[in-house]
């Protein structure tokens, strides 16, 4: 048998092929790995060269009990069952145009939809749960994302060539970003040190009481009414859905003025005026969703403390995440 196989890549394309030499699946998405097996050696190898064949001896094992004693298989390694399970589906538009006098735009649309019946990369779970009732949008889910750009090149001024030379290779860019909140998922108690379930218990939801109550005084102006959920006598689960709420929405506008200054032939300097969150739009995080915290249904921090808290949703510090504060920014920068 051959000693060394090339995994079979994709080939980006325009069209879809409709000649009967091809074949058309549907797959389950895993992790890109190669089968060998050469009489009753059997290897694992991944994309990039490296031999997993200890970590999944249920293949090697599968693969052992095939009749044929030399084969090659390029796929995909998958987990099938156990309790995790997640799809994601999504929609991407995007428009790009240069325009005229200077001024070009990008703008792009995401719809998407990620579902699963556990989100956390860390948590415990309570087995007696039907987890088929758990699934539904994944925590980190965002169903409408939308982000454009817009930048203009400047022309210089006329007059003396001094106002020429002050004027010249100035650039405006404006970035505008905008999406949907993620889901809420009320407990009826946080899980601590080990002492929860974070899959139980969810309340009741009470339909002859809103969920969001307008307040002034809440972080947004909004707050989750305490009324809308009862938790339910006994160990049984509530009839609240898990992600069914939908949190706060985002949307900020950024500015940058920019000016490149050439020092000597090769070598150019370049100054930037930076302004994030142009608007100084207070962003908040989503609300305590524990029942039994006296901040319930009350944003605790604003938007960019929450995304940079290492929550699933993402590890980046706070100060350089969106929905934070306005923050002006200066930067000086030699390319040579």
Same mark, same amino acid.
């Given at each position: 048998?051959?000693?060394?196989? &090339?995994?079979?890549?994709p080939?980006?394309?325009?069209?879809?092929?409709e000649?009967?030499d =091809?074949?058309?699946e549907?797959?389950?998405?895993?992790?890109?790995?190669?089968l060998?097996?050469?009489g009753?050696?059997?290897?694992?190898?991944?994309?990039?060269?490296?031999?997993?064949?200890?970590?999944y001896?249920?293949i090697?094992?599968a693969?052992?009990k095939?009749r044929?004693?030399?084969?090659?298989?390029d796929?995909e390694a998958?987990v099938l069952?156990v309790?995790?399970?997640?799809?994601?589906?999504?929609?991407?538009?995007?428009?790009?145009?240069?325009?005229s006098m200077?001024?070009?735009?990008?703008?792009?649309?995401? =719809?998407?939809h990620?579902?699963d019946n556990?989100?956390?990369d860390s948590?415990?779970?309570l087995?007696?749960?039907?987890?088929?009732?758990?699934?539904?949008?994944?925590?980190?889910?965002?169903?409408?994302?939308?982000?454009?750009g817009?930048?203009?090149r400047?022309?210089?001024?006329?007059?003396?060539?001094?106002?020429?030379?002050?004027?010249?290779?100035w650039?405006?860019?404006?970035?505008l970003?905008a999406r949907?909140?993620?889901?809420?998922?009320?407990?009826?108690?946080?899980n601590?040190?080990g002492?929860?379930? &974070?899959?139980?218990?969810r309340?009741?939801?009470?339909?002859?009481?809103?969920?969001w109550?307008? &307040?002034?005084?809440?972080?947004?102006?909004?707050?989750?009414n305490?009324?809308?959920?009862?938790?339910?006598?006994?160990s049984?689960?509530?009839?609240l859905?898990?992600?069914?709420?939908?949190?706060?929405?985002?949307?900020q506008?950024d500015?940058a003025?920019g000016?490149?200054f050439?020092?000597?032939?090769?070598?150019?300097?370049?100054? $930037?005026?930076?302004?994030?969150n142009?608007?100084n739009?207070?962003?908040?995080?989503?609300?305590v969703?524990?029942m039994?915290?006296?901040?319930?249904g009350?944003s605790?921090s604003?938007?960019?403390?929450?995304?940079?808290?290492?929550?699933?949703h993402?590890?980046?510090a706070?100060a350089?995440?969106i929905?934070?504060? $306005?923050?002006?920014q200066?930067t000086?920068?030699?390319?040579?």
């Open positions: 048998m051959r000693s060394t196989f &090339d995994f079979c890549l080939t980006k394309a325009s069209t879809v092929p000649t009967r =091809w074949l058309h549907i797959k389950y998405d895993g992790y890109r790995i190669r060998e097996r050469d009753e050696n059997v290897r694992l190898v991944t994309r990039n060269g490296h031999n997993w064949t200890s970590r001896p249920w090697i094992e693969a052992l095939n044929h004693k030399q084969f090659v298989i796929g998958v069952g309790d995790g399970v997640s799809d994601f589906n999504g929609l991407e538009l995007q428009y790009r145009r240069k325009l200077g001024l070009q735009g990008l703008a792009s649309y995401t =719809w998407s990620s579902l556990g989100s956390w948590g415990i779970y087995p007696q749960v039907n987890r088929g009732s758990d699934r539904a949008s994944s925590a980190f889910d965002v169903r409408h994302n939308f982000s454009a817009i930048t203009w400047a022309p210089s001024v006329g007059g003396t060539s001094a106002l020429q030379s002050l004027t010249r290779n650039t405006l860019s404006t970035f970003s949907s909140g993620f889901p809420i998922d009320v407990l009826a108690s946080e601590l040190l002492l929860g379930f &974070d899959d139980f218990q309340p009741d939801r009470v339909s002859s009481a809103p969920i109550l307008d &307040d002034s005084s809440a972080p947004g102006r909004q707050r989750l305490p009324a809308a959920f009862s938790i339910p006598s006994g049984h689960q509530g009839n859905g898990r992600d069914s709420i939908p949190g706060f929405g985002m949307g506008m500015l003025l000016r490149e050439a020092v000597r032939e090769d070598s150019v300097a370049e100054l $930037r005026l930076e302004a994030f142009v608007t739009h207070a962003q908040f995080g989503d609300p969703r524990f039994s915290s006296p901040l319930f009350q605790p604003l938007l960019n403390l929450m995304l940079g808290s290492g929550t699933p993402s590890g980046i706070p350089f995440q929905g934070g504060p $306005r923050v002006l200066i000086v920068r030699f390319r040579f």
